[in-house]
Protein backbone atom coordinates (compact mmCIF):
# COMPACT_ATOMS: atom_id res chain seq x y z
CA UNK A 1 0.00 0.00 0.00
CA UNK A 2 0.96 3.66 -0.39
CA UNK A 3 2.80 5.39 2.05
CA UNK A 4 0.55 8.14 3.66
CA UNK A 5 2.06 11.26 4.69
CA UNK A 6 0.77 14.49 6.46
CA UNK A 7 1.52 18.26 5.70
CA UNK A 8 -0.26 20.87 7.36
CA UNK A 9 -0.09 22.96 3.92
CA UNK A 10 -0.44 21.49 1.09
CA UNK A 11 -0.19 24.01 -2.10
CA UNK A 12 -0.81 22.70 -5.83
CA UNK A 13 0.72 24.71 -8.38
CA UNK A 14 4.06 26.51 -8.41
CA UNK A 15 3.51 29.45 -9.86
CA UNK A 16 2.35 32.87 -9.04
CA UNK A 17 -0.58 32.04 -6.59
CA UNK A 18 1.23 29.17 -4.73
CA UNK A 19 4.76 31.03 -4.04
CA UNK A 20 2.49 34.01 -2.60
CA UNK A 21 0.58 31.48 -0.35
CA UNK A 22 3.64 29.90 0.83
CA UNK A 23 5.62 33.24 1.16
CA UNK A 24 2.51 34.25 3.57
CA UNK A 25 2.06 31.09 5.79
CA UNK A 26 6.19 31.05 6.53
CA UNK A 27 5.26 34.81 7.39
CA UNK A 28 2.96 33.79 9.79
CA UNK A 29 4.29 29.83 10.84
CA UNK A 30 7.82 29.43 10.83
CA UNK A 31 7.21 25.60 11.65
CA UNK A 32 3.93 24.24 10.49
CA UNK A 33 4.83 21.72 7.27
CA UNK A 34 4.81 22.86 3.78
CA UNK A 35 4.56 21.20 0.39
CA UNK A 36 4.26 22.45 -2.95
CA UNK A 37 3.47 20.02 -5.85
CA UNK A 38 3.67 20.59 -9.33
CA UNK A 39 3.67 19.37 -12.93
CA UNK A 40 6.43 21.31 -14.63
CA UNK A 41 9.70 20.09 -13.17
CA UNK A 42 11.15 23.92 -12.82
CA UNK A 43 11.96 26.00 -9.25
CA UNK A 44 8.77 28.68 -9.94
CA UNK A 45 10.11 30.75 -13.33
CA UNK A 46 7.45 34.06 -14.40
CA UNK A 47 5.39 32.75 -17.18
CA UNK A 48 5.50 35.56 -19.00
CA UNK A 49 8.97 35.33 -19.48
CA UNK A 50 9.01 32.32 -21.43
CA UNK A 51 8.51 34.68 -24.42
CA UNK A 52 11.80 36.28 -23.91
CA UNK A 53 12.86 32.03 -23.66
CA UNK A 54 11.96 32.10 -27.07
CA UNK A 55 12.97 35.26 -28.12
CA UNK A 56 16.44 35.03 -27.45
CA UNK A 57 16.83 31.89 -25.00
CA UNK A 58 16.65 33.43 -21.82
CA UNK A 59 18.44 31.44 -19.17
CA UNK A 60 16.30 29.60 -16.24
CA UNK A 61 17.90 31.76 -13.90
CA UNK A 62 17.09 34.96 -15.20
CA UNK A 63 13.36 33.41 -15.30
CA UNK A 64 13.38 32.55 -11.79
CA UNK A 65 11.23 34.71 -9.78
CA UNK A 66 12.47 33.48 -6.07
CA UNK A 67 16.21 32.86 -5.44
CA UNK A 68 16.82 29.36 -6.42
CA UNK A 69 17.28 28.45 -2.36
CA UNK A 70 13.73 30.02 -1.73
CA UNK A 71 12.34 26.33 -0.88
CA UNK A 72 15.30 25.21 1.36
CA UNK A 73 15.59 28.56 3.42
CA UNK A 74 11.93 28.76 3.74
CA UNK A 75 11.29 25.20 5.19
CA UNK A 76 9.34 24.15 1.65
CA UNK A 77 9.29 20.90 0.69
CA UNK A 78 8.61 20.61 -3.33
CA UNK A 79 7.60 17.75 -5.44
CA UNK A 80 8.20 18.92 -8.97
CA UNK A 81 7.64 17.55 -12.16
CA UNK A 82 4.46 15.26 -10.52
CA UNK A 83 1.06 15.80 -11.55
CA UNK A 84 -1.47 15.30 -9.06
CA UNK A 85 -4.50 12.91 -10.25
CA UNK A 86 -6.43 13.05 -7.52
CA UNK A 87 -8.04 15.36 -4.70
CA UNK A 88 -10.15 13.27 -1.86
CA UNK A 89 -12.01 15.71 0.26
CA UNK A 90 -13.22 13.39 2.23
CA UNK A 91 -10.12 12.21 3.10
CA UNK A 92 -8.20 15.24 2.91
CA UNK A 93 -5.90 13.41 0.46
CA UNK A 94 -4.15 13.81 -2.77
CA UNK A 95 -2.51 11.55 -5.02
CA UNK A 96 0.35 11.62 -7.48
CA UNK A 97 0.39 10.50 -10.92
CA UNK A 98 2.74 8.09 -9.35
CA UNK A 99 0.86 6.72 -6.89
CA UNK A 100 1.99 8.20 -3.65
CA UNK A 101 -0.58 9.25 -1.26
CA UNK A 102 -0.01 12.42 0.80
CA UNK A 103 -2.52 13.70 3.46
CA UNK A 104 -3.21 17.33 4.11
CA UNK A 105 -4.62 19.82 6.28
CA UNK A 106 -4.92 23.03 4.41
CA UNK A 107 -4.81 22.27 0.75
CA UNK A 108 -4.40 25.04 -1.75
CA UNK A 109 -5.11 25.02 -5.51
CA UNK A 110 -3.12 27.01 -7.57
CA UNK A 111 -3.35 24.95 -10.85
CA UNK A 112 -3.47 27.82 -13.70
CA UNK A 113 -5.23 27.21 -16.59
CA UNK A 114 -4.52 25.36 -19.55
CA UNK A 115 -4.63 26.44 -23.53
CA UNK A 116 -7.99 25.93 -25.06
CA UNK A 117 -7.08 23.88 -28.40
CA UNK A 118 -9.57 23.71 -30.90
CA UNK A 119 -10.14 20.10 -32.00
CA UNK A 120 -9.98 21.03 -36.00
CA UNK A 121 -8.61 18.74 -38.88
CA UNK A 122 -4.61 18.09 -38.14
CA UNK A 123 -4.46 19.61 -34.70
CA UNK A 124 -2.19 16.94 -33.66
CA UNK A 125 0.32 17.27 -36.42
CA UNK A 126 3.73 18.11 -35.69
CA UNK A 127 4.83 21.36 -35.61
CA UNK A 128 1.69 22.72 -33.86
CA UNK A 129 2.26 24.13 -30.41
CA UNK A 130 1.15 26.09 -27.59
CA UNK A 131 2.10 28.37 -25.63
CA UNK A 132 2.40 28.38 -21.88
CA UNK A 133 4.71 26.90 -20.32
CA UNK A 134 8.95 26.80 -20.70
CA UNK A 135 8.78 23.55 -21.86
CA UNK A 136 6.41 24.73 -24.59
CA UNK A 137 8.59 27.41 -25.65
CA UNK A 138 11.30 24.99 -25.86
CA UNK A 139 9.52 22.63 -27.78
CA UNK A 140 8.94 25.55 -30.34
CA UNK A 141 12.58 27.09 -30.02
CA UNK A 142 13.96 23.17 -30.96
CA UNK A 143 11.17 22.71 -33.59
CA UNK A 144 12.56 26.22 -35.35
CA UNK A 145 15.53 24.48 -36.45
CA UNK A 146 13.38 22.41 -38.96
CA UNK A 147 14.03 25.60 -41.49
CA UNK A 148 10.85 27.26 -40.07
CA UNK A 149 10.36 30.49 -42.03
CA UNK A 150 7.05 30.95 -41.94
CA UNK A 151 4.29 30.38 -38.74
CA UNK A 152 0.45 30.95 -38.19
CA UNK A 153 -0.33 32.27 -34.97
CA UNK A 154 -4.04 31.35 -33.79
CA UNK A 155 -5.49 33.67 -31.97
CA UNK A 156 -4.24 37.82 -31.45
CA UNK A 157 -4.73 38.01 -27.31
CA UNK A 158 -2.19 38.54 -25.11
CA UNK A 159 -0.67 35.12 -25.30
CA UNK A 160 -0.89 35.16 -29.16
CA UNK A 161 1.00 38.16 -29.97
CA UNK A 162 3.96 37.68 -27.16
CA UNK A 163 4.37 34.42 -29.31
CA UNK A 164 4.19 36.25 -32.20
CA UNK A 165 7.45 38.76 -31.07
CA UNK A 166 9.25 36.21 -30.05
CA UNK A 167 8.99 34.18 -33.35
CA UNK A 168 9.44 37.73 -35.25
CA UNK A 169 12.98 38.08 -33.14
CA UNK A 170 14.11 34.55 -34.69
CA UNK A 171 13.42 36.21 -37.55
CA UNK A 172 10.50 33.71 -38.86
CA UNK A 173 7.23 35.54 -40.71
CA UNK A 174 4.43 35.41 -38.62
CA UNK A 175 0.67 35.75 -39.90
CA UNK A 176 -1.86 36.63 -36.92
CA UNK A 177 -5.17 35.36 -37.63
CA UNK A 178 -7.86 36.50 -35.29
CA UNK A 179 -11.27 35.50 -34.88
CA UNK A 180 -12.86 39.09 -34.09
CA UNK A 181 -12.41 42.23 -35.81
CA UNK A 182 -9.08 43.44 -33.95
CA UNK A 183 -6.35 41.97 -31.68
CA UNK A 184 -6.14 42.55 -28.08
CA UNK A 185 -9.93 43.02 -28.34
CA UNK A 186 -10.10 41.98 -24.38
CA UNK A 187 -7.77 44.28 -22.98
CA UNK A 188 -7.95 47.00 -25.40
CA UNK A 189 -10.79 49.47 -27.40
CA UNK A 190 -10.98 50.57 -30.81
CA UNK A 191 -7.99 52.97 -30.99
CA UNK A 192 -5.52 51.79 -29.09
CA UNK A 193 -6.31 48.12 -30.92
CA UNK A 194 -5.37 49.61 -34.16
CA UNK A 195 -1.84 51.96 -32.28
CA UNK A 196 -0.55 47.98 -31.82
CA UNK A 197 -1.60 46.53 -34.88
CA UNK A 198 -0.02 49.64 -37.10
CA UNK A 199 3.21 48.60 -34.99
CA UNK A 200 2.93 44.74 -35.47
CA UNK A 201 2.19 45.54 -39.16
CA UNK A 202 5.52 47.54 -38.96
CA UNK A 203 7.31 44.97 -38.20
CA UNK A 204 6.22 42.85 -40.70
CA UNK A 205 3.42 41.08 -39.20
CA UNK A 206 0.82 39.77 -41.13
CA UNK A 207 -2.76 40.14 -39.21
CA UNK A 208 -5.90 38.55 -40.48
CA UNK A 209 -9.30 39.41 -38.61
CA UNK A 210 -12.90 38.01 -38.65
CA UNK A 211 -11.63 34.69 -39.78
CA UNK A 212 -10.12 31.83 -38.37
CA UNK A 213 -8.24 28.32 -38.83
CA UNK A 214 -10.68 25.32 -40.25
CA UNK A 215 -7.88 22.96 -40.87
CA UNK A 216 -4.18 22.10 -40.58
CA UNK A 217 -1.90 20.43 -43.22
CA UNK A 218 0.86 18.21 -43.31
CA UNK A 219 3.26 15.84 -45.03
CA UNK A 220 1.76 13.27 -45.87
CA UNK A 221 5.12 11.21 -44.67
CA UNK A 222 6.74 13.40 -41.86
CA UNK A 223 3.38 14.50 -40.72
CA UNK A 224 5.20 18.28 -40.07
CA UNK A 225 3.00 20.60 -40.75
CA UNK A 226 2.92 23.01 -44.27
CA UNK A 227 0.30 25.38 -43.65
CA UNK A 228 -3.40 26.02 -42.54
CA UNK A 229 -6.82 26.50 -44.16
CA UNK A 230 -9.05 29.19 -42.89
CA UNK A 231 -12.81 29.02 -42.36
CA UNK A 232 -13.44 30.86 -45.74
CA UNK A 233 -11.41 27.83 -47.55
CA UNK A 234 -7.96 30.28 -48.33
CA UNK A 235 -4.67 28.61 -47.57
CA UNK A 236 -1.99 30.03 -45.44
CA UNK A 237 1.22 28.31 -46.26
CA UNK A 238 3.37 27.60 -43.07
CA UNK A 239 6.38 25.20 -41.12
CA UNK A 240 4.69 25.99 -38.03
CA UNK A 241 1.33 26.94 -35.88
CA UNK A 242 1.01 28.46 -32.65
CA UNK A 243 -2.49 28.12 -31.12
CA UNK A 244 -3.80 30.92 -28.99
CA UNK A 245 -6.92 31.49 -28.60
CA UNK A 246 -7.19 31.15 -24.90
CA UNK A 247 -6.89 29.67 -21.84
CA UNK A 248 -9.43 27.89 -19.30
CA UNK A 249 -9.27 27.41 -15.44
CA UNK A 250 -7.58 23.93 -15.08
CA UNK A 251 -10.32 22.89 -12.41
CA UNK A 252 -10.50 19.18 -13.65
CA UNK A 253 -9.24 17.86 -9.79
CA UNK A 254 -12.60 19.25 -8.33
CA UNK A 255 -14.88 17.57 -10.34
CA UNK A 256 -17.24 15.70 -8.67
CA UNK A 257 -15.70 16.80 -5.02
CA UNK A 258 -18.69 19.15 -4.71
CA UNK A 259 -16.31 22.51 -4.47
CA UNK A 260 -18.43 25.21 -6.01
CA UNK A 261 -17.13 25.70 -9.42
CA UNK A 262 -18.48 28.11 -12.44
CA UNK A 263 -15.91 29.52 -15.01
CA UNK A 264 -13.47 29.11 -12.83
CA UNK A 265 -13.40 27.40 -8.91
CA UNK A 266 -15.72 30.35 -6.82
CA UNK A 267 -13.98 31.71 -4.01
CA UNK A 268 -14.75 34.38 -1.10
CA UNK A 269 -13.00 36.99 0.50
CA UNK A 270 -10.82 34.75 1.86
CA UNK A 271 -9.96 32.59 -1.24
CA UNK A 272 -11.37 29.79 0.50
CA UNK A 273 -14.26 27.70 -1.49
CA UNK A 274 -17.25 26.25 -0.92
CA UNK A 275 -15.44 23.25 1.01
CA UNK A 276 -13.83 23.60 4.12
CA UNK A 277 -10.04 23.73 4.76
CA UNK A 278 -9.85 24.18 0.91
CA UNK A 279 -8.77 27.21 -0.80
CA UNK A 280 -8.13 28.48 -4.59
CA UNK A 281 -6.66 31.40 -5.89
CA UNK A 282 -4.45 32.73 -9.41
CA UNK A 283 -6.36 31.83 -13.13
CA UNK A 284 -8.25 29.21 -11.64
CA UNK A 285 -9.59 31.25 -9.45
CA UNK A 286 -13.19 33.07 -9.59
CA UNK A 287 -12.58 35.80 -7.31
CA UNK A 288 -13.71 39.49 -6.31
CA UNK A 289 -13.40 41.69 -9.54
CA UNK A 290 -13.87 45.49 -7.55
CA UNK A 291 -14.82 47.21 -11.40
CA UNK A 292 -17.37 44.59 -11.75
CA UNK A 293 -18.55 44.04 -8.07
CA UNK A 294 -18.85 40.47 -8.80
CA UNK A 295 -16.40 37.50 -8.74
CA UNK A 296 -14.94 36.89 -12.11
CA UNK A 297 -11.97 35.34 -13.98
CA UNK A 298 -8.94 38.01 -13.89
CA UNK A 299 -5.95 36.17 -14.88
CA UNK A 300 -3.19 37.94 -14.22
CA UNK A 301 0.50 37.60 -12.28
CA UNK A 302 0.04 40.37 -9.44
CA UNK A 303 -3.67 39.01 -8.69
CA UNK A 304 -2.55 35.05 -8.89
CA UNK A 305 0.18 36.61 -6.29
CA UNK A 306 -2.21 38.58 -3.75
CA UNK A 307 -4.86 35.91 -3.93
CA UNK A 308 -2.04 33.56 -2.99
CA UNK A 309 -0.90 36.21 -0.31
CA UNK A 310 -4.46 36.26 1.05
CA UNK A 311 -5.26 32.38 0.90
CA UNK A 312 -1.65 31.76 2.62
CA UNK A 313 -2.75 34.19 5.61
CA UNK A 314 -5.94 32.36 5.65
CA UNK A 315 -4.78 28.74 5.98
CA UNK A 316 -2.42 29.78 8.68
CA UNK A 317 -4.98 31.37 11.02
CA UNK A 318 -4.92 34.94 10.29
CA UNK A 319 -8.33 36.30 8.83
CA UNK A 320 -6.99 38.29 5.78
CA UNK A 321 -9.76 39.68 3.03
CA UNK A 322 -8.92 39.88 -0.41
CA UNK A 323 -10.21 43.36 -1.45
CA UNK A 324 -10.62 42.12 -4.90
CA UNK A 325 -8.55 42.79 -8.33
CA UNK A 326 -9.60 43.40 -11.63
CA UNK A 327 -8.22 42.76 -15.34
CA UNK A 328 -4.76 45.10 -15.51
CA UNK A 329 -2.08 44.38 -17.77
CA UNK A 330 1.19 46.63 -18.70
CA UNK A 331 3.06 44.97 -21.83
CA UNK A 332 4.97 46.33 -24.03
CA UNK A 333 5.08 44.78 -27.33
CA UNK A 334 7.40 45.96 -30.62
CA UNK A 335 8.23 48.83 -28.67
CA UNK A 336 4.98 49.89 -27.71
CA UNK A 337 3.98 50.89 -24.50
CA UNK A 338 0.63 49.84 -23.46
CA UNK A 339 -1.49 49.71 -19.82
CA UNK A 340 -4.50 48.56 -19.92
CA UNK A 341 -7.20 48.14 -16.95
CA UNK A 342 -10.78 47.27 -15.88
CA UNK A 343 -13.38 47.76 -18.25
CA UNK A 344 -11.95 49.79 -21.24
CA UNK A 345 -15.02 49.40 -23.50
CA UNK A 346 -18.12 50.55 -21.52
CA UNK A 347 -21.77 48.76 -22.06
CA UNK A 348 -23.59 51.62 -22.18
CA UNK A 349 -23.60 55.51 -22.36
CA UNK A 350 -24.27 55.41 -18.51
CA UNK A 351 -20.36 55.52 -18.64
CA UNK A 352 -18.64 58.48 -18.68
CA UNK A 353 -15.51 58.41 -21.10
CA UNK A 354 -12.46 60.62 -21.61
CA UNK A 355 -9.53 60.62 -24.07
CA UNK A 356 -7.04 62.56 -26.02
CA UNK A 357 -5.14 60.99 -28.77
CA UNK A 358 -1.71 62.39 -30.39
CA UNK A 359 -0.10 60.80 -33.21
CA UNK A 360 1.54 57.72 -31.50
CA UNK A 361 0.14 58.11 -27.97
CA UNK A 362 -3.35 57.30 -26.59
CA UNK A 363 -5.45 57.57 -22.96
CA UNK A 364 -8.43 56.64 -22.14
CA UNK A 365 -10.54 57.19 -18.92
CA UNK A 366 -13.77 55.70 -18.42
CA UNK A 367 -15.83 57.16 -15.36
CA UNK A 368 -18.92 55.83 -13.40
CA UNK A 369 -20.33 58.63 -10.99
CA UNK A 370 -17.39 59.93 -10.45
CA UNK A 371 -15.10 57.01 -10.22
CA UNK A 372 -12.74 55.62 -12.80
CA UNK A 373 -13.93 52.38 -13.55
CA UNK A 374 -11.30 51.52 -16.67
CA UNK A 375 -8.20 53.17 -18.45
CA UNK A 376 -6.06 52.61 -21.65
CA UNK A 377 -2.80 54.15 -21.80
CA UNK A 378 -0.92 53.88 -24.88
CA UNK A 379 2.26 54.97 -26.57
CA UNK A 380 3.11 57.78 -23.53
CA UNK A 381 1.99 55.64 -20.34
CA UNK A 382 4.03 57.26 -17.64
CA UNK A 383 1.33 58.56 -15.70
CA UNK A 384 -0.76 55.61 -15.66
CA UNK A 385 -0.21 54.22 -12.24
CA UNK A 386 -1.55 56.97 -10.88
CA UNK A 387 -4.93 56.71 -13.06
CA UNK A 388 -5.04 52.88 -12.07
CA UNK A 389 -4.28 53.76 -7.93
CA UNK A 390 -7.01 56.17 -8.40
CA UNK A 391 -8.99 53.33 -10.06
CA UNK A 392 -8.11 50.93 -6.92
CA UNK A 393 -8.49 53.55 -3.91
CA UNK A 394 -12.09 54.32 -5.13
CA UNK A 395 -11.88 58.14 -5.35
CA UNK A 396 -14.09 61.02 -6.67
CA UNK A 397 -12.20 62.15 -9.49
CA UNK A 398 -15.16 64.36 -10.62
CA UNK A 399 -13.58 67.63 -9.67
CA UNK A 400 -10.49 67.14 -11.79
CA UNK A 401 -11.32 64.21 -14.06
CA UNK A 402 -10.28 66.36 -17.56
CA UNK A 403 -6.00 66.34 -15.71
CA UNK A 404 -6.52 63.02 -16.31
CA UNK A 405 -5.82 62.53 -19.96
CA UNK A 406 -3.69 65.95 -19.94
CA UNK A 407 -0.49 65.88 -21.10
CA UNK A 408 0.92 67.18 -17.99
CA UNK A 409 -1.27 65.05 -15.67
CA UNK A 410 0.88 64.34 -12.78
CA UNK A 411 -0.01 64.02 -8.41
CA UNK A 412 0.38 67.45 -8.38
CA UNK A 413 -2.56 67.83 -10.64
CA UNK A 414 -4.97 66.10 -8.20
CA UNK A 415 -6.33 67.66 -4.91
CA UNK A 416 -3.57 68.14 -2.41
CA UNK A 417 -5.62 65.90 0.24
CA UNK A 418 -5.21 62.98 -2.42
CA UNK A 419 -1.59 63.74 -3.56
CA UNK A 420 0.36 64.10 -0.36
CA UNK A 421 -0.53 60.57 0.43
CA UNK A 422 0.48 58.98 -2.53
CA UNK A 423 3.23 61.20 -2.18
CA UNK A 424 3.96 59.98 1.52
CA UNK A 425 3.72 56.24 1.09
CA UNK A 426 6.61 54.24 1.29
CA UNK A 427 7.42 52.77 -2.90
CA UNK A 428 6.84 48.92 -1.81
CA UNK A 429 3.20 49.95 -1.07
CA UNK A 430 2.66 51.92 -4.17
CA UNK A 431 3.84 49.35 -6.25
CA UNK A 432 2.67 46.48 -4.87
CA UNK A 433 -0.03 47.42 -3.07
CA UNK A 434 0.17 44.57 -0.58
CA UNK A 435 -0.39 44.88 3.13
CA UNK A 436 2.09 43.59 4.98
CA UNK A 437 1.11 41.80 8.13
CA UNK A 438 2.41 42.67 11.54
CA UNK A 439 -0.42 41.19 13.85
CA UNK A 440 -3.00 38.20 13.85
CA UNK A 441 -6.06 40.70 13.32
CA UNK A 442 -8.28 41.05 10.05
CA UNK A 443 -6.22 42.86 7.73
CA UNK A 444 -7.37 43.21 3.95
CA UNK A 445 -4.54 42.82 0.93
CA UNK A 446 -5.19 44.31 -2.53
CA UNK A 447 -6.56 48.25 -1.20
C1 LIG B 1 2.95 33.80 -22.65
C2 LIG B 1 2.29 34.40 -21.45
C3 LIG B 1 2.40 35.77 -21.21
C4 LIG B 1 1.80 36.34 -20.10
N1 LIG B 1 1.97 37.66 -19.89
C5 LIG B 1 1.43 38.23 -18.78
C6 LIG B 1 1.67 39.61 -18.49
O1 LIG B 1 2.32 40.32 -19.25
N2 LIG B 1 1.14 40.12 -17.34
C7 LIG B 1 0.39 39.36 -16.47
O2 LIG B 1 -0.05 39.86 -15.44
N3 LIG B 1 0.15 38.06 -16.74
C8 LIG B 1 0.64 37.48 -17.86
N4 LIG B 1 0.42 36.15 -18.11
C9 LIG B 1 -0.47 35.40 -17.19
C10 LIG B 1 0.25 34.97 -15.93
O3 LIG B 1 1.38 34.23 -16.27
C11 LIG B 1 -0.71 34.15 -15.07
O4 LIG B 1 -1.79 34.99 -14.67
C12 LIG B 1 -0.05 33.58 -13.82
O5 LIG B 1 1.05 32.78 -14.14
C13 LIG B 1 -1.07 32.76 -13.02
O6 LIG B 1 -0.44 32.17 -11.93
P1 LIG B 1 -1.07 30.89 -11.22
O7 LIG B 1 -0.20 30.64 -10.03
O8 LIG B 1 -2.51 31.07 -11.03
O9 LIG B 1 -0.95 29.67 -12.25
P2 LIG B 1 0.11 29.22 -13.31
O10 LIG B 1 1.20 30.21 -13.51
O11 LIG B 1 -0.65 28.80 -14.52
O12 LIG B 1 0.75 27.92 -12.64
C14 LIG B 1 -0.02 26.81 -12.30
C15 LIG B 1 0.90 25.64 -12.02
O13 LIG B 1 0.12 24.55 -11.52
C16 LIG B 1 0.58 23.35 -12.08
N5 LIG B 1 -0.49 22.36 -12.09
C17 LIG B 1 -1.71 22.46 -12.66
N6 LIG B 1 -2.42 21.32 -12.46
C18 LIG B 1 -1.63 20.50 -11.75
C19 LIG B 1 -1.78 19.17 -11.27
N7 LIG B 1 -2.90 18.47 -11.45
N8 LIG B 1 -0.76 18.61 -10.60
C20 LIG B 1 0.39 19.31 -10.38
N9 LIG B 1 0.60 20.56 -10.83
C21 LIG B 1 -0.41 21.15 -11.51
C22 LIG B 1 0.97 23.74 -13.50
O14 LIG B 1 1.85 22.80 -14.06
C23 LIG B 1 1.61 25.12 -13.26
O15 LIG B 1 2.97 24.97 -13.01
C24 LIG B 1 1.01 35.54 -19.20
C25 LIG B 1 0.89 34.17 -19.45
C26 LIG B 1 1.52 33.60 -20.55
C27 LIG B 1 1.38 32.13 -20.79
Redesign the pocket.
Known amino acids: MAKKEKIKYLI ?9 AAEAIREVDKAGKIAI ?4 PYPAY ?3 L ?2 EYLADRCPLEKMLFRPADFAEKNRIQTILG ?4 QVNIGEHTIRLENGRKIAWEKLLL ?5 PIVPQIEGINHSGVFT ?3 LDEAKAIDQYLSHRVERAVVVGGG ?2 GV ?2 TEALVKRGVKVTIVEMKERILNTILDEEASALAEERLQQAGVEIITGHTVAAVSSYYLSGDVTGVTLDDSSPIPCELVVVAIG ?1 QP ?1 T ?2 VAGTGIKVNHGIIVDQHMATSSANVYA ?5 EAYDFIYGENRLT ?7 LG ?1 RVAGFNMAGVPTEYAGGTA ?4 KYFGLAIVSAGMVDPPDNSYEVLTKKREHSYKKVVLKDGLVVGLVFAGDIEKSGIVFSLMKDRVNVDGFKQALVADDFGLISLPEEIWRPRLEAPPSLLASSVTSVEKPEEIIIGE
Not at 328 to 331: H, Q, R, Y
Open positions: IGNSAGGIGVSAESRPISQKVKATGGLFGTLISAVRELCGDVAPIWPNAYGMNSL
